[in-house]
T-cell receptor, first 111, second 111 residues
């Protein structure tokens, strides 16, 4: 039972590069979301989706895009990486009213 | 006012102690409440849901006070392995899917 799988686990980017963080879940959850967590800080919601084809912005969406073409996958795209995007990124999923299951995170450094 | 507020701590307690955390929330219509545990540099993991009547899971007891809009977590007989950050989580104003995470309360259990 894989749960929520995030890849890659670690990534170093140069300023201006783009990349996609992958997130997949095998629990048939409707809801998926992306958070970032900076050192010593709480989780901040970037984008979320309540089902395939439906996405919306969280509190810190600038510089990130998402799409949800299937129930299982919810990739996060960094358009032009900046040092301020250095963070740990967590993907989470849930059914309605349920608690979230998190992936193990992607540690991103932008130099 | 933040939607979910927690005392950041740290709470520094000896092994075997009983420790309690409170968390207040602003949305009186919230229906879903959880406690998560997060170890350093790891993903948050669901510790327990919080039900209106209160609930217990081993050494952990969670309670909900709707009138005063707070939830609590009581840990009895603290273990060294309980050292972590505990996140209070409540569903957001505009969605039963979207959960709002507190910034966490840090617990240190010393020998």
């Amino acid at each position: 039972n894989a749960g929520v799988t995030q890849t890659p686990k670690f990534q170093v980017l140069k300023t201006g590069q783009s990349m996609t963080l992958q997130c997949a879940q095998d629990m048939n959850h409707e809801y998926m979301s992306w958070y970032r967590q900076d050192p010593g800080m709480g989780l901040r919601l970037i984008h979320y989706s309540v089902g395939a084809g439906i996405t919306d912005q969280g509190e810190v969406p600038n510089g990130y895009n998402v799409s949800r073409s299937t129930t299982e996958d919810f990739p996060l795209r960094l358009l032009s990486a900046a040092p301020s995007q250095t963070s740990v990124y967590f993907c989470a999923s849930s059914y309605v009213g349920g608690g979230y299951t998190f992936g193990s995170g992607t540690r991103l450094t932008v130099v | 006012r933040k939607e979910v507020e927690q005392d950041p701590g740290p709470f520094n307690v000896p092994e075997g102690a009983t420790v309690a955390f409170n968390c207040t929330y602003s949305n009186s219509a919230s229906q879903s409440f959880f406690w998560y545990r997060q170890d350093c540099r790891k993903e948050p993991k669901l510790l327990m849901s919080v039900y209106s009547s209160g609930n217990e899971d081993g050494r952990f007891t969670a309670q909900l006070n709707r009138a005063s809009q707070y939830i609590s977590l009581l840990i009895r007989d603290s273990k060294l392995s309980d050292s972590a950050t505990y996140l209070c989580v409540v569903n957001g104003m505009d969605s039963s899917y979207k959960l709002i995470f507190g910034s966490g309360t840090r617990l240190l259990v010393r020998p």
